[in-house]
């Protein structure tokens, strides 16, 4: 019965590629979302359940916090168990937890469905980028990874555009509460028309498991703790403390088991190793931009919560555009030429907003580094994901797609602590006196990233088989 049922599902994803491909990359896009949709809602959440300062953080933190520490367990347990059924079980906790998000009643509620989410989306984002490598193959592949990537490079932006409209025209409630007819529609249709990938007998590095996890999350706390209370902190002290230890510990144990949590032979291609490396430098330049850009929009430049998400509108559509054209472009200059390219257009965009001071207004200041930053994350994420996946092995897809997402959330995290730290406005210092300083570093990040891919990318294609 079973050899039946999946018989029939992969006939049905040969005949609807399309369809199997847009609820893949529709679940990867509700993850973005909810990582910036509440940004511009976070205001009237306060007001409304009466969040004090010092917890209103944690509706996005809570979030991040769950997803990166638990990405690279998802991605290795969608390997063992089934990447078709942990998308559709992620994807229906993600639901539930958007839910009950949406009609919390009190901070503890909101709180606790926010980290539910960053579980759920740990479980769902691994296996949905795993599928669209055992899915499809040759130019197809890289062409449904332009898509996973269009969506990953626009979906912050997306988010936050979504979240000023719901926000300014029903309630905060619904940017949370949108996801749950979206989430219903993925479980139905996922088993109908996604092929499951042949499930690889290995044992669960349990080990790996518990200090990989411990490590990634007691780093991603000590990050976002010293992001709003500064580095100097007992807290985050302490989770550097632990952090520092357990990932050592994970890096040996990795090492030595046979059937590891994270292969290392991941990062014997040289060129997947440079994909990973941009994975994880640029997003930290870009989740910093998004932050200060939004906050200078918002606080110095008073815009309401709408007109700050439009102001994003080119990114978003420039990104998308850049990320669909990157594929035609890596078949004829190769994927380290789009890399360099698109690292070049990131860090003038960053040089650019490095300029910001408190009478810039949007059209003369910001609306430039919009459109190069989409070009710049269009033409970088797609073909980052494809150096790194398209050459991986079917039993590592699960694990080196983990591994994508999670250097993207640490480098967010990284990114995020030290352009606040560079910016001074953690110690006080006004956002746009700050904000120079914070755009320089994100250029410097930039910098280093385009370095790193001229040194350790080698000049040929990505594979496509």
């Known amino acids: 019965m079973t050899t039946t049922v999946s018989t029939t599902t992969e006939a049905r994803h040969r005949s609807y590629p399309g369809l199997a491909l847009a609820i893949l990359v529709a679940g990867q896009l509700m993850l973005m979302l909810d990582s910036t949709v509440v940004t511009v809602a976070l205001p009237q959440i306060r007001a409304g359940l009466h969040v004090s300062p010092g917890t209103i953080a944690w509706v996005l933190d809570g979030y991040a916090l769950a997803f990166g520490g638990l990405l690279l367990l998802g991605g290795r347990v969608g390997d063992l168990l089934g990447r078709r059924r942990l998308f559709v079980a ?7 937890a958007s839910l009950v998000g949406g009609l919390s009643v009190n901070t503890g509620m909101l709180l606790a469905a926010r980290a539910a989410q960053g579980v759920a989306a740990a479980l769902t984002a691994p296996s949905a980028l795993a599928l669209i490598v055992t899915n499809f193959a040759g130019p197809a592949r890289v062409r449904a990874i332009s898509w996973y990537s269009a969506i990953s490079g626009a979906g912050g932006s997306i ?3 979504l979240g000023g409209m719901l926000t300014a025209w029903v309630s905060w409630r619904w940017v949370l509460i949108i996801n749950v007819p979206i989430g219903i529609a993925l479980v139905v249709l996922a ?3 996604v092929a499951e990938a042949p499930r690889h007998r290995h044992r669960l590095d349990v080990a790996g498991a518990l200090t990989g996890t411990l490590g990634v999350t007691a780093l991603a706390y000590g990050l976002l703790h010293a992001a709003t209370a500064g580095w100097g902190t007992a807290a985050g002290l302490g989770a550097f403390a632990v952090a520092v230890p357990a990932l050592a510990a994970f890096v040996l144990i990795e090492w030595r088991v046979a059937e590891p949590l994270l292969p290392l032979r991941l990062f014997a291609d040289r060129n997947r190793t440079g994909g990973y490396l941009n994975m994880l430098l640029l997003p930290a330049a870009m989740f910093g931009v998004f932050f200060f850009v939004s906050q200078f929009l918002g606080i110095v430049q008073r815009y309401d919560a709408l007109r700050t998400g439009l ?3 080119p990114l978003t559509v420039l990104s998308f555009g850049a990320a669909r054209l990157a594929p035609r ?6 994927a380290r030429t789009l890399m360099i390219g698109g690292a070049v257009l990131l860090g003038a965009g960053t040089a650019w907003l490095s300029r910001l ?4 207004g949007y059209w003369g200041a910001v609306f430039g580094p919009m459109v190069l930053f989409g070009l710049g ?3 970088s994420f797609v073909p980052a994901s494809a150096t790194i996946l398209t050459s991986v ?5 699960g694990a080196a797609s983990g591994t994508l997402q999670t250097l993207q959330q640490l480098g967010g995290a990284v990114g995020l602590a030290a352009l606040v730290t560079a910016s001074g406005i953690a110690g006080g210092t006004g956002l746009a006196d700050g904000a120079g300083a914070a755009f320089a570093l994100a250029t410097a990040l930039v910098a280093v990233t385009l370095v790193s891919t001229v040194l350790v990318v080698r000049r040929r294609r990505p594979a496509t088989a």
């Open 90 to 96: 992620g994807v229906a906790l993600f639901t539930l």
């Open 159 to 161: 988010g936050l555009l």
């Open 191 to 193: 088993p109908l028309v």
């Open 311 to 313: 102001a994003f509108l």
């Open 329 to 334: 472009l890596i078949d004829r200059y190769g």
């Open 357 to 360: 001071h408190a009478d810039s």
């Open 377 to 379: 994350v269009g033409l």
């Open 393 to 397: 092995a079917p039993a590592d897809s």
